[in-house]
Structures are given as C-alpha cells and as structure tokens.
C-alpha cells in the first residue's frame, strides 16, 4: 500500500482522501461510503458490467469501480435520480433470472435480494423472462443454477485470480449470454473446482451454492437479517461464507 | 341431456381456502340428477418441482398454500429424510416438529371455526346474509370471536418461533431441523398456554351445545363412509408420525399400522375429466365403493383414545353421541375439529415443558436413497408427499395427494344430499345457495391451497332452462349484498 497522500475526493459533498491506484469505489469503500454494487469485491480485479455502482463524476456518468480516483473529483452518489436508474437495472437483472426468493436457499444471503431492498425495490416492473437454462447439479459438493445467474463473473474471477483454477467463463452475447464451464464434458464434477475454493463461495446470488447446507441457517439469522447491505465492514463478511461472525 | 334438465351453477363456492364451484342438474320436478364440486384452478407443483435439488422441497412445496404450509412442509420434509437416509431423528428435531405441528393444526382449525364456519352455525345456515360473516360474530358476540382470533394467533407464535415466520418460514432441513427453543421462547409461549387450553375447551362446549341442539344438522349432508387416517402404535389421535388404519362403516378394519410407504398400494386414484381434482379410493374396494373421507371427523373416529385427558374426555362424549359407533353427521367435523384443536392445546403445553425441545442435537444422517415418502396429518386429512431423485440429486418425480382430494368424493356426495334434501322449487334463494356450501365448507376443503379473498368474492347463480335461457340470476356483491337481475 502506498503512503498516504492528501489527494482528496468529494462523494456527496464529503470530502474524502484517495491513495494513487485507487479507484472511487476503494476510497469509497475505506471512508465506509456505500455505492451499491454487484459485480465488484475488494481483492478481484474490477469489473464494470452491472452498472449499478454509476455515479456522476464531474457531471459525467461513470462506473465508480473502474474509474480512477482523481484529485478534485466532485461525485454523484446518493441521488434519487441514480438510485432509480439503479432500481431500474436491479429489476431488469431479476426478470432476466427466475429469482422467486421465498424458495430460493439463498434468500436472506443475497446480495440481489439485499440491493433491491436498499433501493426500495417493489415488483419486477418489467415482463418475465423465465429463463430455462441447464442446472449443474453433477458436482458431489457445489451446485449450479444457470436460471439465477446475473453474469457479474465474480465466479470467473475468484477461479482465475484466487483459486488459479480458470474454472468458469461467460459465452454468448446479450440475452443469450450464460455461465459455461471449463470442462470437456461442460460439467462441474469434471473440473477441479473443490468446496474450499473462493469461485463456490463468492455467487451473490443462488446461482453457485454449496450442497446440503442450504437451510441450515434459520430465518432471522442469515447476514441480512441482521445487517443492511450498505453497513461498513459487511464486504469481507459476504465474501467468507455469506454468514455474518457474530451470527450462531 | 334431457330436454327438461337444467343446470345450476355456484362459481364460485365461498368461505372456504381456494376456489371451486358446484354445479347442480335438475329435472322438471327438481329433483338433483347430478350434484358436482369442480375444482378449478391447475396448480401444477408436482410438475414444476422437477429438476430442482430435493433439499430446496420443504421450502418450495410449503407455498402450496397459505394456511397450512407447515403440514407441506413437513410431510416433504418427511420425504426429504428417507431420501438421506435418514429413518429416525433425535428427540429433540422429532419434538420441535411435532410442536411445529401442533401449531399449525391449532392455528389452521381456529381460522376454519371461528372466521369461516361459526357464522352459519351461530346465525342459521339460511340466516341474513349481511350479517352471516366474521363481522357478524365480531358485533354479537365479541367475546368469542377475540377468542378464536387469539387462538389462531397462538398457534402461529408457535409456528414462528420454530420457523422464523408466522407463514413460510424455514425450519426442517434434510435429516432434522435447523434450530430449536430457546427457555426464553418456551416461556413467553408457556405465559398463554393456560388461556389457549381454556378457550379451547369452551369452543368444544359450544360444538357439543350446537350440534345436539340442532337435530337436523345430524342427516345433514351426512353419509355413512370408510374413514382413514394415522394412527399411534397404541391407537392413539396422532397427526406427525405413524401407521395408517382404514374403517369401514360398520367399525370393521380394512387394514390398520399399515406403512405409508406402501401407500401406492392400497390408495389409488381416478382422474375425472370435469374436475381437477383427482378422486382417490381404496383399491382393494374399487372406484365405485372404495372412497373414503379423512380429516378431523375420520380421525377422532378412527383412534382408540387420545393421549390428553381433556381432549379423551370429549372424544368419550363425542362417541358415545354415535352410543359408542361412528359419528357420521357431516356437521360434526366442527365437533371434532374442535376435540382435535383441544389436544393440540394440552400437547403444545406438554412439549413447551420438555427439555428435549431446548436441545442441540438437530440433525442426523445417512445413505441417500432416490426415492422418500412422507405423510402426516395435516388438518385437513391424511397428506402425501412422495419424491424420487437421479443420481444429481434433482427431482425426477413427485405425487402429492394433498388432504382435500381424498374428501372430493364425500364432498360431492354431500352436495348431492343437501340439494336433495334442501332445493325447494324453481326460485333459487340464497339460503339454499348457503346450504350447499354449508356441506362443503364442513370439510374445511383447502380447494387450490392458495387463494383466501375472504368476504370479497363476487358470486352469481344462474338458473337456466333447457333451452339455455337464464330462468332466474342472483348476483352476490364484494359487500355482501345480493341482487337479483
């Protein structure tokens, strides 16, 4: 980490310090400014695809994940006018999937679910697509629900950069676009993803889950149950396990 | 059809969960050729449960329905086990549901009592419509209608307190369950039990009061059936866990401690084209004379004794009102509805005071299998869940016979009793629409185990002659009232 600097950004009037290399959202991100994202995690590289983190830098939109910090920058965040084009691309993202949450094992632990509560999210607003796209469920310990996939490719990320695996990748373009994996058969149970890897645990949604431990954690209990999505020092928490430390 | 039939139609029937209509044929001198119960909406679970992993079914099954998704959920929970392998769970899982259970029956028979039923038994079966309705009993008697709002609301503290939510929660996972009580919940559940146990003894007084009051509720839509249900090893009224007895009318054994594992053979079912519904029968009696009727009625008829002394004692004043055979009066599924929701009191009492229900030993497990089959008593009756799985894990098959289907047959023959008995002449009245819903709601039928717009459902009735001209059409309004076109 490089040394302190006093090259400064303002985020809704507040004055914050970047260090060089940083993007907005990592300074945001260190002075516990909450911009709603879903493809992006501290420690993978950034990947600009979900939109929702835009702001308004200098009057301009822009992805405050892959934009450089820079020295005056007047941000945009909090707006109503951003979050309801945020809202907007939160209920395109659920009627592209089949996100019924009062089934789905994720609920409570997702991060989807979470952003459209912080955005006040109300319906789908837009028709359903009612994807019917492969499950993978050959794996002995991890599952894969295409249907509930938002393409963020954290999944791809985590293989490639963490876990060095290269086990997932995105093909196909707009509304044909899908999560393949990297195996002759295109199964996962022919690859060497594992159980401990980071790419089975860091799905925001229900797409990539853990077999056999869906329901375990009771409602009340599960991370955003007890905490809201913009909560500081929630991203590492999301990260582990999708279980926050001081839940039992 | 003869030239001098017509056709009546109730679409669609009220104060029951779900929708369905019943559509009655009638000759010239009105007499009922033909009395049917249609179901009418298409559901489709066992379908669309195909393909997803068999740990996601409790949850997803439970949306069935709204009023006892519990009974879904553990009965697919129950499937769930075995297909993990899993035979027997620790004490303190197997009690947790049971209280779970329990809950859920208390909760589900209040609601059907005092928000849908009391209205017609308080007020008369043909009484003024406006006032035949919750509202009614809240305004003329207030006292007991809190009490049945307060029962329910009982019960669902139970239900969340396990499960997270008053509806749809979570609580069984494959093998056990994933949370028990606390001593702090047990106690803030133990501070009402006393109230709970005596409301409901007072709600089997009245049952008691009404029902011998009233001597022409005794052939009301009465039938003389075959009753099925499960039972404890002992012959005990038990609604989580044990083997299937079949009577006959005449107190014969049809078969009894039967495991329900094997239930495809001796319970088959009939598609008729008319109704969605599907009408089960005993196979070793055929479809003509094989159905049989589940649900409060069949079970407290069905056991040998009750395992609470309170609710023993009114199943005792509740047989010997048969002088010790069965009770068969259509009506008296309220009496024992009640007898049931009395001993689910007395049994959540006994289970809050259990340590067991605190412990920490949830889950067990096993060896999968790709085939699991559960059935508990839900309110309504006898349910099955039946799942078998591939090698991933997923889904290939799934039966459910929900409660309500095994009563279709009874229902309809119900129907057909009351028309006889009651339908009076060409002009129809509401009283007479009301008697015919009166011989179906007796059976608390969870017709689609989804939709509940109580008090807000429009009716039309249309009498119709045989050349298809409309003879005579009363219209019922969101607000309850009736107006003739």
């Known amino acids: 980490m490089s040394e302190p600097t006093n090259k400064t950004i303002t985020i809704d009037g507040r004055e914050i310090p970047f260090e060089e290399g940083q993007t907005i959202m990592d300074a945001a991100l260190a002075a516990d400014i909450y911009i709603p ?5 501290p420690g993978l590289s950034p990947h600009g695809s979900c939109k929702l983190c835009t702001v308004e ?3 301009r939109s822009a992805s405050a994940c892959t934009l450089p910090a820079s020295s005056g920058q ?4 909090n707006t109503d006018a951003l979050n309801e084009v945020r809202k907007t691309i939160t209920q395109m993202l659920f009627v592209e999937g089949n996100h019924f949450c009062p089934s789905c094992e994720k609920t409570g632990n997702c991060t989807l679910q979470a952003v459209a509560y912080h955005l006040d999210m109300l319906d789908g607003h837009f028709p359903q697509f009612y994807p019917r796209r492969e499950v993978d469920a050959s794996h002995p310990g991890i599952m894969l629900d295409r249907d509930r996939c938002i393409l963020c490719e954290l999944c791809v990320r985590a293989s490639r950069e963490v876990d060095g695996k290269d086990v997932f990748a995105i093909t196909g373009r707009g509304t044909d676009a899908r999560l393949i994996v990297n195996s002759e058969s295109g199964k996962l149970v022919d690859t060497n993803i594992t159980t401990d890897d980071l790419a089975a645990h860091i799905c925001p949604v229900g797409a990539i889950l853990i077999k056999e431990e869906g329901y375990e954690v009771p409602i009340g209990r599960r991370t955003f149950d007890l905490h809201m999505v913009g909560e500081p020092g929630l991203e590492p928490v999301i990260l582990r396990k999708g279980q926050h430390s001081d839940e039992h | 059809m003869s030239e001098q039939m017509r056709r009546i139609a109730i679409d669609p029937v009220t104060r029951v969960e779900g929708h369905g209509k019943i559509t009655l044929l009638m000759d010239a001198e009105n007499r009922v050729h033909e009395a049917r119960l249609h179901i009418v909406e298409f559901r489709g679970f066992e379908k669309f449960i195909q393909g997803r992993p068999y740990g996601e079914v409790p949850t997803f099954v439970q949306r069935l329905c709204g009023i006892c998704p519990v009974s879904h959920h553990l009965a697919a929970a129950k499937a769930v086990d075995q297909l993990v392998g899993v035979d027997a769970l620790t004490p303190t899982s197997l009690k947790l549901r049971q209280l779970l259970h329990f809950g859920q029956t208390l909760q589900s028979h209040a609601l059907h009592f005092f928000h849908l039923s009391s209205p017609d038994l308080l007020f008369g079966f043909g009484s003024d419509v406006a006032q035949r309705n919750i509202v009614g009993v809240i305004e003329k008697h207030p ?6 709002v307060k029962l329910r609301k009982y019960g669902q503290q139970i239900i969340a307190a396990i ?25 803030v559940l133990l501070a009402g039990i006393a109230d709970i146990k005596q409301w409901a003894q007072e709600a089997v007084a009245l049952n008691e009061q009404v029902h011998m009051s009233h001597p022409e509720n005794h052939s009301f839509g009465a039938l003389n059936t075959h009753f099925l249900g499960m039972i404890s090893p002992k012959g005990e009224l038990e609604i989580y866990h044990g083997g299937l007895r079949a009577r006959d009318p005449d107190g014969g054994t049809l078969f009894d401690q039967f495991d329900y594992r094997g239930y495809q053979e001796i319970i088959r079912e009939e598609v008729r084209p008319w109704s969605y519904m599907k009408f089960p029968y005993f196979t070793a009696l055929g479809k003509e004379n094989g159905w049989y009727r589940v649900g409060p009625l069949a079970r407290v008829n069905n056991c040998d004794v009750i395992s609470t002394p309170l609710a023993e004692e009114a199943r005792q004043r509740f047989r010997a009102f048969a002088d010790g055979g069965f009770v068969q009066d259509t009506l008296a599924y309220h009496w024992a509805r009640m007898i049931e929701t009395l001993y689910c009191a007395e049994s959540i009492e006994l ?5 067991d229900i605190s412990g920490n030993d949830l889950v067990v497990t096993g060896e999968k299998r790709s085939e699991g089959i559960g059935v508990i008593e839900a309110p309504r009756g006898t349910l099955f869940h039946h799942y078998k799985i591939d090698e991933q894990g997923l889904i290939e098959k799934a039966n459910l016979i929900v409660s309500t289907t095994s009563n279709n ?9 009351v028309a006889n008995e009651y339908l009076d002449g060409n002009e129809i009245t509401e009283g007479l629409l009301n008697h015919l819903e009166v011989a179906v709601r007796a059976y608390d039928p969870c017709l689609s185990c989804a939709t509940h717009a109580l008090g807000k459902m429009p009716l039309q009735v249309e009498l119709i ?9 009363l219209t019922k309004g969101v607000n309850g009232s009736i107006e003739r076109a």
Do not use: F, W
């Open chain 2, 143 to 148: 006292e007991l209608a809190l009490k049945g």
């Open chain 2, 409 to 417: 047959q009874a229902m309809n023959e119900s129907v057909r009793s």
């Open chain 1, 57 to 59: 830098v200098n009057g």
């Open chain 1, 74 to 77: 007047e941000i945009s965040n």
């Open chain 2, 351 to 355: 289970l809050l005071n259990d340590e």
């Open chain 2, 465 to 473: 002659d045989a050349d298809g001209a409309v003879v005579d059409c």
């Open chain 1, 37 to 41: 994202h879903l493809c992006h995690r």
């Open chain 2, 163 to 187: 499960s997270g939510k008053r509806v749809h929660g979570s609580a069984a996972v494959p093998g056990g369950m994933n949370k028990s009580l606390s001593r702090e919940e047990r106690n």
